[in-house]
């Protein structure tokens, strides 16, 4: 019933930006944490975002140190959509990136999370 699908991915040049969307559909609790990862060839996939919310209409985000001050991870009102917004982009950003939903707030761990979508590609000409 859960099902998260990712799109906005494609090619850009250093220095340029992308905004990643994530739709979620299906009941998922207002108390999980929504998570940005990503997965470059050849490498363990990593952390980049999250967003964490409960009943409360205030909200937390966490981010890898390598992204901090470049990417924003946000959420429309209903909260049926997660983005992550990514400027000045390096090649070094150059991953399939994957959203991601599960019950501990604020976590960076992969394995912690319950939902994933399939990913979208973003790769960053030098």
């Known amino acids: 019933q859960v099902q998260l699908v990712e799109s906005g991915g494609g090619l850009v040049q250093a220095g340029g930006s992308l905004r990643l969307s994530c739709a979620v559909s299906?009941?998922?609790?207002?108390?999980?944490?929504m998570g940005w990862f990503r997965q470059a060839p050849g490498k363990e996939r990593e952390f980049v975002a999250a967003?964490?919310?409960?009943?409360?209409?205030?909200?937390?985000?966490d981010y890898v140190d390598s992204v901090k001050g470049r990417f924003t991870i946000s959420r429309d009102n209903a909260g049926t959509k997660v983005y992550l917004q990514m400027n000045s982009l390096k090649p070094e950003d150059t991953a399939l990136y994957y959203c991601?939903?599960?019950?501990?707030?604020?976590?960076?761990?992969?394995?912690?999370?319950?939902?994933w979508g399939r990913g979208t590609q973003v790769t960053v000409s030098s």
């Open positions: 991601a939903a599960g019950p501990k707030s604020g976590s960076r761990v992969g394995h912690e999370y319950t939902y």
């Open positions: 299906g009941r998922i609790s207002n108390s999980y944490a």
């Open positions: 967003l964490t919310w409960s009943r409360i209409i205030t909200y937390n985000t």
